[in-house]
């Protein structure tokens, strides 16, 4: 299993661009994430698709929409391009159910490195 | 809502002493809470989780940590620390708001010295 893949690794826009990032999981995973990572904050989450057909917005959603294309893929577009959304873009993915004991840990993708200049 | 705190957002020991990264949560009912390390350049990995079984939680690595609800603490310890270990770690917390989330921590680079 390659567990979660994300295109590309690395990107460089100039303000205004638009771009779609793409994540993939092949675990199965109901509920998908995207993430952006900033020095000194942590994970900020920016949208999160529960369940196939679902997207619901998360912390940081400005700028950005999401599509769930099916249960495997989840992507993430930035319409127009800005320097605040210079980052580190994480996708991951969950199981989701009831709360029989399972824990909703969620399996991370290894990134994309995003600059807006 | 569900939060969590870690305690120092750089920490740095000696090869083969003990590490200890701290993190305090903020939770109306009992939590399940995680332990996520990210080595340089990469995505985060699961280290250990607490899902209200046993309070004392081992993880891959040598790493453990201890559920303790009256301080609200789920602080991560490794007996020894080994150069291997020199990577940012994220406490984070189920949020109760949608079953489906996470709340992470804001993170601590924990460096090892020779």
């Known amino acids: 299993n390659a567990g979660v893949t994300q295109t590309p690794k690395f990107q460089v826009l100039k303000t205004g661009q638009s771009m779609t990032l793409q994540c993939a999981q092949d675990m199965n995973h109901n509920s998908m994430y995207w993430y952006r990572q900033d020095p000194g904050m942590g994970l900020r989450l920016i949208y999160y698709s529960a369940s196939e057909g679902t997207t619901d917005k998360g912390e940081v959603p400005n700028g950005y929409n999401v599509s769930r294309l099916n249960k495997r893929e989840f992507s993430l577009r930035l319409e127009s391009a800005a320097p605040s959304q210079t980052s580190v873009y994480f996708c991951?993915?969950?199981?989701?159910?009831?709360?029989?004991?399972?824990?909703?840990?969620?399996?991370f993708g290894p990134g994309t490195r995003l600059t807006v200049t | 809502a569900q939060s969590v705190t870690q305690l120092g957002s750089h920490v740095s020991v000696s090869e083969g002493a003990l590490v200890l990264l701290r993190c305090n949560y903020s939770s109306s009912v009992p939590p399940y809470l995680f332990w996520y390390v990210q080595y340089p350049n990469q995505g985060l990995q699961l280290l250990l989780k607490y899902t209200s079984a046993a309070t004392l939680v081992k993880g891959i690595n040598g790493f453990e940590a201890e559920f303790k609800k009256s301080e609200t603490s789920f602080h991560l310890t490794k007996p020894s620390a080994h150069m291997s270990d020199a990577a940012e770690y994220f406490c984070?917390?189920?949020?109760?708001?949608?079953?489906?989330?996470?709340?992470f921590g804001s993170g601590t680079r924990l460096s090892i010295r020779p």
């Open positions: 984070a917390v189920e949020s109760y708001s949608s079953a489906s989330k996470i709340i």
């Open positions: 991951a993915s969950s199981d989701f159910g009831a709360r029989t004991g399972l824990s909703y840990e969620q399996y």
